[in-house]
Each structure stands twice: as C-alpha cells, then as structure tokens.
C-alpha cells in the first residue's frame, strides 16, 4: 500500500490574535480601524443608523432607493462624472443594508484610500436627489424586485417573515421591501429619509494597513458637514410563537423543485444563549456536516444542499432552515427536515458532533478573516451590537468552552418544532394533496 | 504599487511521481491554504459521458481507503477549516483553509484520495451524489429564469465534438447512464500525480511542505499515458452569425451577445480582459452608460460584459442586457451590438482605459489578499503554463494594454459574422 492509514494530529497551534483595533473620534463622528500591516487593498466603511428598521412601515425599501440614487449625482459633478471619478480609483461604492444598519463602502489600493472616502462622503452626505432621478432609480429598483421575485425564494422568505412577525410589523414584512412597496414610493419618501438618517455622523470602518493610512483625514472627509448625534434604537422585541405548526403553500407553477422555508421567532442578538445556540445551530444545520445536510442531501439525495441557523439582528431572531428539494419528494424531505429539529429540541447534540461545530466555528475566526473587507464585516460587527476591541477573542474562548450541557439546553430552549412555520413554495397542483397526507401540519391561507 | 503582482516568494519542486509542489509563505496570519489543480475537466469528457468530471468531483468527498463516508468535511471542519471544490471545461481544484496547525491533516486527507479513492468508491455513493448533481442541476440551471442561458451559448459558439461544445453540469440523460466502472476507470486515468499541481499558501515553510509531499504524495504511481482532451485551439468560422430566440417563464426580455476571443493567459486574451471591462464592468463602463443611463433601454442592475477564462480554446467573451418595461428584445439586441461594434471604431480613451486598470488592479489584489486566493492562482499558473511565477505577470500585463490593442482585438474578434446572440422572451409576450 503507498498510502500511509495514520491520520496525523495536528501541530502546535499559534496564538490566536484579531489584528488591533484602534478607535478614535474625529469631527464629531467615530473612526474603528483595523491594523492589517502589508495590505496593499484596504476598505473604507461608513456605517449608519438607517438599516431597514429604521423604514417606516409601508415605505419598505426607500432605503435601497436611496443607495441607488446617490450614485445619480452629487452637488459637485453628475452622474457620470461621479461614475467615472469613483472607478477611475478602482472601486464602485458598495452599499448595502441590513436591519440594524446602513453600509456604504469602497476598496481600493491603500495608496487611493482617502480620495475614494471623500468621494464616498460626496454622495452619501451631498446627493443631488433630483426628483426625476429618483423617480426613475425608484422604477428601476421596482422593476429589479420584480426580476428577482421571479426567482424561487423571495416570495417563500416573505410569506415565512410575515407569518413569523406579522405584516403590520416592518419587521413583518421583506428587508429590502417588495416590488409593489418600492414602487409606491414618492420622491420625499426618499429625501426624507435621507435627511432624517443619513446627515449624522455615523461611524466609520477601516481595514487596512495603518501605517500607509490616515485615520483624521479619513474622519474629517466623512464626517464633514453631518449633525445630530445617536437615536434611541430600541429594545428586543417580544414575538409570540405559534401554539401551532402550519404549512404555507406559495404556488410556482411548473416548478421543478420546491423551496423550503421553515422557521420559528428566536432570540435576538444579545441574548446571553448566544453562543450556545449558535452552536446547536450548527450541529443541527449551520454546517456541510449538520444533521440535516447529512440526512437531506448525503443519505437521501432529496437536495443540493440545505441549511438551517439562528439569524439574530438587535430586536429579533429567528430560526430558519431553507433548501430546494425535488418536487417528487417534498413531503417526505419536510417530514425528515422536521423529524431533525425535533430530534435536536429533544436529544440536544453529542459531543462527537459539538467537537466539530466548536472548532469549526473557532478556526473559521482566523480562516475566513482576513481580507481587508472581511475584517471590516467583522469591525461593523463590533459597531453595531455594541461590543468590545477584543470580542473575537472572547468569542473564541467561548466556543471552545461550549459543553454539551450548554448546547443541549440551548436547543431545547431554543428550538420549536411544534410552532415551525413550513412554507413551501413550488408547484401547488402536483404536491398540496401530498403535504395534506403527510400530516405534518394543516395547510394554512397565508393571508390569514 | 509593486511591479509584480505577486510580491510573495514562490517556490517549487517535483516529486519523482510528477507531483508538482508549489509553496508560498506568509506568516502574516496563522492559516493555511492547500490547493489542488488537477488537469481534467468536462472538455475530457466524450459524448454520452457529459457532466462526469463534475459528478466525480462530488465523489472525491465520499470517502477513501482511510477515509469513512462524508468523513473529509467533518474532519476539515472539525479542524476549523473551510473546503471547497470546483470543476469547470478545463480543469477541476480542491481546496481547503485551515488553521496551520492542521497542514498536515489536509495532505494527508488529499493524498488518501488522491491514491486511494476508487476501492472505497460504491454504487450507493454514486446513486446518491448523482441525486444531488441532478438536484444541483434543477436549482442553478433549470429553476431559475435565463439559468440555462449558458448551456445554450456553448454550443452556440463552440461545434459539435469541440471539447467546449457542452456545459460542465452535463445532461440528465449522461447523468442517468453514469456507471461505476467508468467512474472507477476515471479516476484512475485522471488522478494521478503527474496530472496534478498541490499549492500550499500561508504559514507554512517550503521545506516543511516538501518533505510533508513527499511522505504523504511521494509513493503514490505516476500514469504514464494520460490521454490529452481533444483539441480546441482551432476554431474555424463560419462566417455566418448565430442566432437563438427562447420563449420562457422568464419576467423580462435578454438578449445575451457572445464571442471566441482569445485562449486566457495569451496576450490576446489580456486586450479581451480589459476590452470587456471598458465594455461592461461598472457604472463607468460603455454598456451602461450608452444602454441603462443614456438610452435607458435596459435595466442597469442586469447590464455587464465579462470575459470567460478558459485557457484551451478561443474563451467567450460574454455581453448581456435585460431590457426595461416596454422595451423589445430587438430593440436591445440592436443596442447591445452597437456598443460592441463601436469597440472597433470608436476609440477607447484614456479615461476609459484608466477606469478600467484601476478596477482590474483591485480585482487583483483581491483575489490576492487570502491565502486561498493566491494557492489558486499559482496552483492555476503551474498547472496551464508551467511556471506558478508566471502569476506576477499577469497584472503588468494587464497594465500595458493600449486603446489600440483594444480595437484591433475588436476588428478581429467582434465582428458581427461571429457574433452569437441568445434572446430571452417572456412567454406572454410571445
């Protein structure tokens, strides 16, 4: 045999160590910058309070509105000129929002850094906003929420999100809203909101190396012009779960695959559970190796892939599994997708299995941190919930601290089997008769 | 900047198997990157067998001689790693990031199926992962709108028996007929260490990796007669455009416009590189500006150009838009070739040319800042040129490239008799 059987042990393990976090205020505004020496890209991230939560209800998705149509022109120069300036130091301005946040960023060699965040404060402190652009940019957005509402899984998330917290709720309905909600947008709705959310300060996110950069001038070009200091953010919201499973039947005429959305409330973000949850998610789902990507795809073949996690923002969580399995097998894989979370809210994990998700979790810290723009998703982390300089640390330690008792506890705490949401969107005609059968739960309306 | 675009020390060594090792330290963090490019991809495969070098890829995770069921992923998790692998027309990479420590573990994972995967190989794993391929299948391809729009453009621009000529997924009916001894027969013609590159990226010194290559790699047999995939460099012209319109469930018009470029790593299919981005990447760029914001005939989230990075054949260069409310197929289709003519006859400015340099230097040194990216890329440069250092050449290269290449690469390759266009129509429409 030329193959040696031993499987090797590992090494000695050097210290973990999240590169030094500096903070500073500058021009009334906070700067959090990450040293990353010998870097030749680094990222800026201006951070601001306007996430989703902060959408009136009904207008959902002005904020993605208004991410396009900064680009639509600033008080300086139009919109092509815009263009080309930002691209000609080699980035796009990136944005994105989330629920807790709104998050505009370049990434650039490090030597263009400061002219790529002074162009970056350009249209998001000095947009022109002129109201045939944002009219137009709005048309557009509509007309790209359609284009990717053809695609399975939108519908499905908004029929789980609103069954979960309720459609009177923003936090009921899609993140980046729908196409009839975009589409219903005027044109204040949009400067509005800019002038209300994205005139204070908010902070700024630097990863790069620290040496070639400057953290005040970078400051003084972001925060130049801004006012109004912090608003009161909120508390964790209390949401009911259901006293009982149901299935929600989303119609995909002609469809090959169903798309599985199942889910249930959960804990927020700063739940003290966290880490153990996290955890149980992971055995139960987070991983290739979870149970149920196991079951679903490695034994039975149902799917390409299925996972299932808690999503925490600031003032809700949720447990979610999503997939797409094979029309023919819908029922049987929602019954087996059940049976495991039943099994985990139930059994708890072994140690087998929570060795893995521990140290997977723990190694992902240095694996999957380390260009520029991660260890900026990781600062923005840091930012928005609140947290200390050496958090992934402590994060670490507690992970591999995890016990089985912990874990366990936490998806017995933390897992619903009964109030599971089932929403399956796929081809009505073919499978209803089928989830009927399967006595998983009573086929609901979802207007109900 | 540097000159370079690897300003990392490289080296290398070949095992008396083959095995070429390529090794590039970097203590900045303590991760390492392990990669392997093996020279097989779907344009090896013959008719009937289309979509095997994809499925076989799925069973190199299903275990080996040491090596239990699904055993790899828990152990490359359980050490705090991240995996992957990827198959494409040319050639299909394995890869793992774990915490240095465990370097050892992920060559030793690699060579045990590297030389020992086909007597753990059982009909049962192949039944299911052929499910799951099949599964793969319907979600990125035939689920989606426009998601077979690749499947269709390959052989639209490459000819029947063109090793190109079918898509990577393969077909059902292949997939259907897959047998285990072909797939026994597969390996051992294609895995063998003269057919492979192995990159180590990341906290870990050449002289530690080698001697690790050599005690978990160096036994293992080289293959003699490894048969070569037929070849592609020469495709001939029609001289006749190609057209395809698809009626479907899709919610708007597109029209994708393709081209045979040039093989990617030849200077040729640098011009293309920076051709496509002046073309369509960005705001900034000629199909935005002239179709979203100046016409307004597309939508300007879904307008773009890119090009196809495939070393073994002229590669695809690849324009698409999908059209605004109201606006036709047509009418785009006349737009999006406009915009691709003007390459050739309306100069490419200074403007341009430096918008595009500087987005394709961060693209760059993006995919320079992980471990993993760089073990790719030299893994990708040993295995297609033979040299992993050849890598440092190829932003330079990119650099240099002048208007007037760009538009004598467009009178040459662009023009409107080797021009292949998809059209998307939404079924109401019809």
Do not use: C
């Not at chain 1, 199942?262 to 998610?281: C, E, I, K, N, Q």
């Amino acid at each position: 045999m030329t193959l040696i059987a031993a499987r090797p042990g590992p090494g000695t393990a050097r210290p973990y160590r999240f590169p030094a976090v500096v903070r500073r205020t500058v021009a009334g505004g906070q700067v959090v910058a990450a040293h990353l020496p010998g870097q030749n890209l680094a990222v800026a991230l201006l951070l601001l309070d306007a996430g989703a939560g902060r959408e009136p209800v009904g207008k959902e998705g002005v904020g993605g509105v208004l991410a396009k149509a900064l680009e639509e022109g600033t008080a300086q120069r139009d919109a092509t000129t815009y263009a080309l300036a930002v691209e000609g130091l080699g980035t796009e301005l990136v944005t994105g929002l989330d629920w807790d946040s709104f998050q505009v960023s370049v990434q650039v060699p490090v030597d263009r850094l400061t002219a790529a965040v002074e162009l970056l404060a350009e249209a998001v402190r000095t947009p022109r906003l002129d109201p045939a652009d944002v009219r137009r940019v709005r048309d557009d957005e509509a007309t790209a929420l359609r284009m990717d509402w053809a695609n399975p899984g939108p519908r499905a998330d908004a029929a789980l999100r609103a069954d979960l917290f309720g459609v009177e709720n923003r936090w009921g309905r899609p993140m980046y809203g729908d196409p009839d909600s975009v589409a219903g947008l005027d044109v204040d709705d949009v400067t509005v909101f800019h002038s209300e959310w994205f005139i204070r300060p908010g902070t700024l996110v630097v990863a790069g190396d620290l040496d070639r950069i400057d953290l005040d001038a970078l400051g003084a070009a972001a925060f130049a012009g801004t006012g109004g200091g912090p608003v009161e953010r909120g508390g964790p919201i209390e949401v009911p779960l259901r006293e009982q499973r149901r299935i929600i039947l989303v119609d995909r005429p002609g469809s090959v695959q169903s798309t599985l959305r199942l889910g249930h409330p959960a804990p927020h973000r700063a739940h003290p559970d966290h880490v153990p949850m996290t955890l149980a998610g992971t055995v139960l789902g987070g991983a290739f190796t979870s149970r149920l990507n196991h079951l679903i795809r490695e034994v039975r073949g149902y799917t390409y892939g299925i996972r299932g996690e808690f999503g925490t923002s600031r003032r809700f969580g949720r447990f979610m599994v999503s997939s797409g399995v094979q029309t023919a097998v819908t029922a049987p894989a929602l019954v087996e997708a059940v049976g495991e979370i039943t099994r985990t809210q139930v059994g708890g994990v072994t140690e087998d299995e929570l060795a893995v998700a521990r140290s997977w979790r723990a190694g992902q810290l240095s694996v999957e941190l380390q260009s520029p723009r991660s260890i900026a998703s990781a600062l923005t982390t840091l930012v928005v919930h609140d947290l200390p300089d050496d958090y992934h640390a402590r994060l670490r330690a507690d992970l591999l601290a995890a016990d089985v008792e912990q874990v366990s506890a936490a998806a017995a705490a933390h897992l619903h089997p009964e109030a599971l949401t089932l929403v399956v969107e796929g081809d009505a005609a073919v499978i209803r008769d089928e989830l009927t059968a399967a006595g998983l739960a009573p086929l609901a309306d979802p207007t109900s | 900047m540097p000159d370079s675009g690897y300003p990392w020390p490289i080296e290398t060594t070949r095992l008396d198997n083959g095995l070429r090792v390529v090794v590039s330290e970097d203590r900045t963090a303590p991760a390492v990157a392990v990669n392997l490019w093996y020279d097989v991809g779907s344009r090896h495969e013959p008719a009937g067998q289309s979509g095997f070098a994809h499925l076989f890829e799925h069973l190199m995770f299903e275990g080996s001689v040491n090596v239990a069921k699904t055993e790899h992923m828990k152990l490359i998790q359980g050490a705090g790693g991240s995996l992957n692998a990827t198959t494409n027309p040319d050639r299909t990479n394995y890869f793992e990031t774990v915490p240095a420590e465990h370097l050892e573990l992920a060559l030793w994972l690699e060579a045990d199926r590297m030389g020992g995967l086909v007597p753990a190989l059982t009909q049962e794993t192949l039944d299911n992962q052929r499910d799951v391929v099949k599964n793969e299948r319907r979600q990125r391809y035939e689920n989606v709108p426009y998601g077979d729009a690749w499947l269709r453009l390959l052989p639209m621009l490459y000819p029947p028996g063109h090793p190109y000529h079918h898509a990577t997924i393969g077909s059902m009916a292949d997939l259907n007929a897959a047998d285990l001894a072909t797939f026994q027969a597969f390996h051992q013609t294609y895995y063998a260490p003269n057919n492979a590159v192995l990159t180590v990226v990341g906290d870990a010194p050449a002289a530690e990796v080698f001697a690790l290559a050599d005690k978990y790699f160096g036994a293992l047999p080289a293959r003699a007669d490894i048969p070569p995939a037929p070849d592609g460099r020469t495709v001939t012209p029609t001289g006749q455009p190609v057209r395809e319109t698809v009626t479907a469930d899709v919610p708007a018009p597109r029209v994708y416009v393709a081209h045979r470029t040039y093989p990617f790593g030849s200077p040729g299919y640098d011009v293309a590189t920076v051709l496509a981005t002046v073309l369509g990447s960005g705001r900034g760029s000629r199909l935005y500006q002239r179709l979203a914001d100046g016409e307004r005939i597309a939508q300007p989230d879904l307008v773009g150009a890119y090009g196809v990075d495939l070393a073994h054949a002229p590669a695809p260069l690849i324009a698409t838009a999908t059209a605004r409310p109201g606006v036709t197929a047509e009418r785009l289709a006349e737009g999006l070739a406009e915009v691709v003519d003007e390459l050739a006859t309306v100069p490419v400015t200074a403007a341009e040319l430096d918008r595009a340099k500087a987005l394709l230097s961060t693209s760059w040194w993006r995919q320079m800042a992980t471990v993993d990216g760089r073990a790719d890329t030299l893994g990708r440069y040993a295995t297609q040129f033979g040299d992993p250092a050849t890598a440092g050449e190829r932003l330079p290269a990119l650099l240099a490239v002048t208007a007037e290449q760009i538009a004598e690469a467009a009178a040459e390759v662009l023009g409107a008799a080797d021009r292949a266009t998809l059209s998307y129509l939404p079924e109401e429409t019809a």
